[in-house]
Nanobody, 124 residues
């Protein structure tokens, strides 16, 4: 079993920055793909970014160039650095862990473990 706990979400102004953290416990996640998804009110959960155990990264087009995902395998933690935030980035951000193959890592259904989420609100 893996437990994931997100933190770092808060209210920020348009153009601001935030860093989200996802701390894993229960089992090391150093050999898994870790990802961030988000869910805005009334919308489905959507892929934001993923980092594989090789440290290769993947991003949704909507966040490329603004968000950076990274991992610290010693601390068993994944980060999402968000810059140039926009009101449309407002959502609950979730961290997930998967052993799925590359072709599946943007799918919600591929993830075995999820955190409880952290709220990010970007004011206009």
């Amino acid at each position: 079993q893996v437990q994931l706990v997100e933190s770092g979400g808060e209210l920020v102004q348009t153009g601001g920055s935030l860093r989200l953290s996802c701390a894993a416990s229960g089992r090391t996640v150093s050999r898994t793909t870790m990802a961030w998804f988000r869910q805005a009110p009334g919308k489905e959960r959507e892929f934001v970014a993923a980092i594989r155990w090789t440290s290769t990264t993947h991003y949704a087009d909507s966040v490329k160039g603004r968000f950076t995902i990274s991992r610290d395998n010693v601390e068993n933690t994944v980060y999402l650095q968000m810059t140039s935030l926009k009101p449309e980035d407002t959502a609950v951000y979730y961290c997930g862990s998967t052993n799925g193959v590359l072709s599946t890592i943007q799918r919600v259904s591929a993830y075995n473990y999820w955190g409880q989420g952290t709220q990010v609100t970007v004011s206009s």
